[in-house]
């Protein structure tokens, strides 16, 4: 009986260690849902930093899983690599109405988890703004940690699709 309790304690603390985890901390809430016919305009936020580490490439990685989260509902998107921020994505608006994205990496955390067990980490806030009006229409911060048995491999641009995914799912629909 102890055996097979045993057992089960060991199975759940290793389906615990097996599945990333994610926490979707809205700011802003829509009051409508966004227009598929809209293009989106994406700026590429500053590599991350974890203490004395920049990540390099990481916030060019971070715009372009935001660009292909939005391209599934999206006419058209497009990452502006020399933007960093609202102002700089205002300038490159099309003559038409647009969002304007502006992704910031808030924490960025690279661990080798296979080995030590600490996990990845990640938060990214995404501000979507109209370019008409200029205010901000939504907004959110996404935060992930890798789940423990990693085996080799994981990055945290790996714990950006499916929250990102969800997120502007939401936005649309």
């Known amino acids: ?24 901390r809205g700011l802003i809430e829509p009051t409508n849902k966004l227009s598929r016919d809209r ?12 203490g004395k580490t920049e990540y390099r490439a ?7 899983e935001v660009r292909a989260a939005f391209s599934r509902h999206a006419l058209g998107t497009k990452v502006i690599s020399e933007c960093r921020d609202l102002q700089c994505l205002s300038r490159q ?7 304007l994205v502006v992704p910031e990496i ?24 109209d370019s008409e ?8 911060v996404i935060s992930g940690k890798s789940k423990w048995a990693t ?5 945290p641009e790996d714990l950006l699709p499916e929250p990102l995914g969800t997120y502007v799912q939401a936005l649309y629909e």
């Open 1 to 24: 009986m102890m055996h097979r309790t045993l057992m089960g304690l060991m199975a759940a603390v290793l389906a615990s260690g097996c599945a990333a985890t994610y926490v979707q």
């Open 58 to 64: 990481s916030g060019q990685i971070t715009a372009t």
């Open 93 to 99: 608006t099309p003559s038409v109405r647009a969002y």
């Open 151 to 155: 085996f080799g491999g994981d990055h």
């Open 133 to 140: 009006a200029m205010n901000e229409v939504a907004a959110t």
């Open 106 to 129: 808030l924490h960025w955390e690279d661990r080798a988890t296979e080995w030590s067990g600490i996990p990845d980490r990640i938060e990214v806030a995404v501000r979507v703004y």
């Open 39 to 50: 293009p989106v305009l994406i700026s590429t936020p500053a590599n991350g930093v974890y």
